[in-house]
Protein backbone atom coordinates (compact mmCIF):
# COMPACT_ATOMS: atom_id res chain seq x y z
CA UNK A 1 0.00 0.00 0.00
CA UNK A 2 1.07 3.24 -1.18
CA UNK A 3 1.16 6.20 1.70
CA UNK A 4 1.93 10.17 1.40
CA UNK A 5 2.80 11.45 3.91
CA UNK A 6 2.27 15.63 4.03
CA UNK A 7 3.47 17.83 6.37
CA UNK A 8 2.73 20.51 8.28
CA UNK A 9 -1.05 19.37 8.38
CA UNK A 10 -1.91 23.36 9.56
CA UNK A 11 0.18 26.52 8.52
CA UNK A 12 -0.90 30.27 9.65
CA UNK A 13 1.62 33.03 8.50
CA UNK A 14 1.63 36.55 7.65
CA UNK A 15 1.54 38.02 4.49
CA UNK A 16 4.88 38.32 2.69
CA UNK A 17 6.56 35.18 4.21
CA UNK A 18 7.54 31.46 2.65
CA UNK A 19 6.68 28.25 3.40
CA UNK A 20 7.46 24.68 2.26
CA UNK A 21 5.18 21.86 2.10
CA UNK A 22 6.58 18.54 2.09
CA UNK A 23 5.14 15.22 0.64
CA UNK A 24 7.58 11.80 1.86
CA UNK A 25 6.81 8.35 0.91
CA UNK A 26 8.43 4.95 1.29
CA UNK A 27 7.26 4.12 -2.45
CA UNK A 28 8.19 5.40 -5.85
CA UNK A 29 5.82 7.60 -8.08
CA UNK A 30 5.67 7.13 -11.35
CA UNK A 31 4.51 11.18 -11.17
CA UNK A 32 3.21 13.65 -8.40
CA UNK A 33 1.02 15.89 -8.93
CA UNK A 34 -0.22 18.97 -6.59
CA UNK A 35 -3.67 20.59 -6.71
CA UNK A 36 -5.30 23.47 -4.67
CA UNK A 37 -8.60 23.02 -3.16
CA UNK A 38 -11.03 25.44 -1.87
CA UNK A 39 -14.03 24.92 0.46
CA UNK A 40 -16.90 22.95 -1.43
CA UNK A 41 -15.17 22.63 -4.64
CA UNK A 42 -13.05 20.21 -6.57
CA UNK A 43 -9.20 20.01 -6.17
CA UNK A 44 -7.46 22.28 -9.00
CA UNK A 45 -4.54 21.15 -10.54
CA UNK A 46 -1.13 23.31 -10.04
CA UNK A 47 1.35 21.41 -11.26
CA UNK A 48 2.38 17.76 -12.44
CA UNK A 49 6.06 16.60 -12.15
CA UNK A 50 6.79 13.21 -13.54
CA UNK A 51 10.98 13.04 -13.46
CA UNK A 52 13.53 12.49 -10.56
CA UNK A 53 14.96 15.93 -10.03
CA UNK A 54 12.58 17.74 -11.41
CA UNK A 55 11.91 21.51 -10.68
CA UNK A 56 9.30 23.20 -11.69
CA UNK A 57 7.98 27.12 -11.06
CA UNK A 58 4.82 28.56 -11.36
CA UNK A 59 4.70 32.12 -10.48
CA UNK A 60 5.54 32.44 -6.84
CA UNK A 61 5.21 28.58 -6.56
CA UNK A 62 8.48 26.24 -7.18
CA UNK A 63 7.47 22.17 -7.08
CA UNK A 64 10.20 19.86 -6.82
CA UNK A 65 10.62 15.99 -6.98
CA UNK A 66 12.77 14.31 -5.62
CA UNK A 67 15.54 12.17 -7.44
CA UNK A 68 14.66 8.90 -6.05
CA UNK A 69 10.89 10.14 -7.37
CA UNK A 70 9.71 9.18 -3.11
CA UNK A 71 9.51 12.80 -2.15
CA UNK A 72 8.13 16.67 -3.67
CA UNK A 73 8.08 19.86 -1.81
CA UNK A 74 6.32 22.90 -2.74
CA UNK A 75 7.39 26.26 -2.34
CA UNK A 76 5.29 29.39 -1.86
CA UNK A 77 7.82 32.74 -1.94
CA UNK A 78 6.24 36.10 -0.53
CA UNK A 79 2.50 34.70 0.36
CA UNK A 80 -0.38 36.53 -0.36
CA UNK A 81 -4.08 36.06 1.23
CA UNK A 82 -5.13 34.88 -1.64
CA UNK A 83 -2.54 31.80 -1.43
CA UNK A 84 -4.67 30.63 1.09
CA UNK A 85 -6.54 27.32 0.80
CA UNK A 86 -5.91 23.46 1.36
CA UNK A 87 -3.28 21.92 -0.53
CA UNK A 88 -2.29 18.45 -1.66
CA UNK A 89 0.00 16.20 -3.10
CA UNK A 90 -1.07 12.91 -4.86
CA UNK A 91 1.16 10.56 -6.10
CA UNK A 92 0.71 7.63 -9.24
CA UNK A 93 2.56 4.87 -8.61
CA UNK A 94 3.39 2.36 -11.90
CA UNK A 95 1.95 -0.54 -13.45
CA UNK A 96 -1.76 -1.93 -14.07
CA UNK A 97 -2.82 -1.79 -10.20
CA UNK A 98 -2.19 2.04 -10.64
CA UNK A 99 -4.83 2.93 -13.62
CA UNK A 100 -6.11 5.84 -12.89
CA UNK A 101 -5.25 5.79 -9.00
CA UNK A 102 -4.22 8.51 -7.27
CA UNK A 103 -3.01 7.95 -3.56
CA UNK A 104 -3.11 11.54 -1.64
CA UNK A 105 -1.45 12.91 0.91
CA UNK A 106 -3.50 14.47 4.16
CA UNK A 107 -3.34 18.01 3.05
CA UNK A 108 -1.67 21.42 3.82
CA UNK A 109 -4.44 24.01 5.22
CA UNK A 110 -2.72 26.66 4.90
CA UNK A 111 -4.05 30.57 5.76
CA UNK A 112 -2.20 33.61 4.70
CA UNK A 113 -2.85 36.82 7.18
CA UNK A 114 -3.34 40.48 5.50
CA UNK B 1 -12.67 22.78 -23.35
CA UNK B 2 -15.68 22.19 -20.88
CA UNK B 3 -14.50 20.60 -17.53
CA UNK B 4 -15.20 17.67 -15.82
CA UNK B 5 -19.09 18.45 -14.76
CA UNK B 6 -20.54 16.02 -11.88
CA UNK B 7 -24.41 16.23 -11.42
CA UNK B 8 -26.04 17.17 -8.83
CA UNK B 9 -24.18 18.81 -6.77
CA UNK B 10 -25.68 18.60 -3.51
CA UNK B 11 -27.98 15.64 -2.71
CA UNK B 12 -30.06 14.98 0.65
CA UNK B 13 -30.94 11.32 1.41
CA UNK B 14 -31.73 9.27 3.94
CA UNK B 15 -30.14 5.83 5.62
CA UNK B 16 -30.76 3.33 3.92
CA UNK B 17 -31.53 4.54 0.44
CA UNK B 18 -29.41 4.72 -2.63
CA UNK B 19 -28.21 7.41 -4.64
CA UNK B 20 -26.57 7.94 -7.98
CA UNK B 21 -24.15 10.60 -9.37
CA UNK B 22 -22.97 11.24 -12.83
CA UNK B 23 -20.36 12.69 -13.59
CA UNK B 24 -19.39 13.75 -17.46
CA UNK B 25 -15.32 13.40 -18.10
CA UNK B 26 -13.28 16.49 -20.82
CA UNK B 27 -13.77 15.29 -24.31
CA UNK B 28 -11.65 13.18 -25.26
CA UNK B 29 -10.89 11.63 -21.84
CA UNK B 30 -11.50 7.63 -21.50
CA UNK B 31 -10.98 7.49 -18.23
CA UNK B 32 -12.81 8.16 -14.99
CA UNK B 33 -11.68 7.72 -11.63
CA UNK B 34 -14.21 8.52 -8.53
CA UNK B 35 -13.04 9.46 -4.73
CA UNK B 36 -14.62 10.14 -1.50
CA UNK B 37 -13.40 12.90 0.16
CA UNK B 38 -14.01 13.13 4.33
CA UNK B 39 -12.34 15.33 7.28
CA UNK B 40 -11.12 12.74 8.73
CA UNK B 41 -9.88 10.07 5.87
CA UNK B 42 -8.99 13.05 3.12
CA UNK B 43 -8.93 11.40 -0.09
CA UNK B 44 -9.75 8.24 -1.16
CA UNK B 45 -9.90 6.37 -4.31
CA UNK B 46 -13.02 4.57 -4.61
CA UNK B 47 -12.82 3.00 -8.66
CA UNK B 48 -11.73 3.96 -12.30
CA UNK B 49 -13.27 2.91 -15.81
CA UNK B 50 -11.70 2.82 -19.06
CA UNK B 51 -13.95 2.25 -21.86
CA UNK B 52 -16.56 0.80 -19.98
CA UNK B 53 -14.39 -1.40 -17.67
CA UNK B 54 -13.74 -1.22 -13.79
CA UNK B 55 -9.41 -1.62 -14.24
CA UNK B 56 -9.03 -0.65 -10.79
CA UNK B 57 -10.83 -0.67 -7.42
CA UNK B 58 -9.98 1.01 -3.86
CA UNK B 59 -11.03 -0.47 -0.51
CA UNK B 60 -14.86 0.20 -0.37
CA UNK B 61 -17.67 -2.12 0.25
CA UNK B 62 -19.59 -3.31 -2.45
CA UNK B 63 -22.57 -1.15 -1.87
CA UNK B 64 -20.30 1.30 -4.09
CA UNK B 65 -20.49 0.74 -7.61
CA UNK B 66 -20.23 2.45 -10.63
CA UNK B 67 -20.09 2.27 -14.69
CA UNK B 68 -18.96 4.20 -17.56
CA UNK B 69 -21.72 4.02 -20.63
CA UNK B 70 -19.87 4.06 -24.53
CA UNK B 71 -19.57 8.06 -24.54
CA UNK B 72 -16.86 8.07 -21.21
CA UNK B 73 -19.60 9.65 -18.88
CA UNK B 74 -19.43 7.85 -15.37
CA UNK B 75 -22.33 7.17 -12.94
CA UNK B 76 -21.61 5.92 -9.43
CA UNK B 77 -23.68 3.99 -7.19
CA UNK B 78 -23.83 3.83 -3.14
CA UNK B 79 -26.75 1.08 -2.02
CA UNK B 80 -28.09 1.25 1.50
CA UNK B 81 -26.82 4.41 2.54
CA UNK B 82 -25.16 4.59 5.69
CA UNK B 83 -24.47 8.05 7.91
CA UNK B 84 -20.98 7.47 7.09
CA UNK B 85 -21.27 8.04 3.94
CA UNK B 86 -21.56 11.74 3.70
CA UNK B 87 -18.95 13.03 2.12
CA UNK B 88 -17.95 14.95 -1.17
CA UNK B 89 -17.85 12.35 -3.77
CA UNK B 90 -15.48 13.68 -6.95
CA UNK B 91 -14.69 12.69 -10.12
CA UNK B 92 -11.52 12.92 -12.17
CA UNK B 93 -10.52 12.21 -15.67
CA UNK B 94 -7.68 11.86 -18.09
CA UNK B 95 -6.78 10.91 -21.34
CA UNK B 96 -6.17 6.90 -20.71
CA UNK B 97 -5.38 6.76 -16.97
CA UNK B 98 -1.73 6.58 -17.27
CA UNK B 99 0.25 7.04 -14.11
CA UNK B 100 2.43 9.58 -16.09
CA UNK B 101 -1.43 11.54 -16.89
CA UNK B 102 -2.74 14.38 -15.02
CA UNK B 103 -6.22 13.71 -13.21
CA UNK B 104 -8.92 16.89 -13.93
CA UNK B 105 -11.18 16.83 -11.18
CA UNK B 106 -14.98 18.19 -11.38
CA UNK B 107 -16.07 20.20 -8.52
CA UNK B 108 -17.76 17.23 -7.15
CA UNK B 109 -21.08 16.28 -5.61
CA UNK B 110 -21.79 16.49 -1.43
CA UNK B 111 -23.87 14.05 -0.16
CA UNK B 112 -25.38 14.36 2.85
CA UNK B 113 -26.86 11.40 4.73
CA UNK B 114 -29.72 11.69 7.36
Partial sequence: ?114 | KAGVTQTPRYLIKTRGQQVTLSCSPISGHRSVSWYQQTPGQGLQFLFEYFSETQRNKGNFPGRFSGRQFSNSRSEMNVSTLELGDSALYLCASSLVGGSRETQYFGPGTRLLVL
Wanted: hydrophobic share 30%; net charge neutral; with cysteine.
Fill in chain 1, 1 to 114: TQLLEQSPQFLSIQEGENLTVYCNSSSVFSSLQWYRQEPGEGPVLLVTVVTGGEVKKLKRLTFQFGDARKDSSLHITAAQPGDTGLYLCAGAGAGGTSYGKLTFGQGTILTVHP
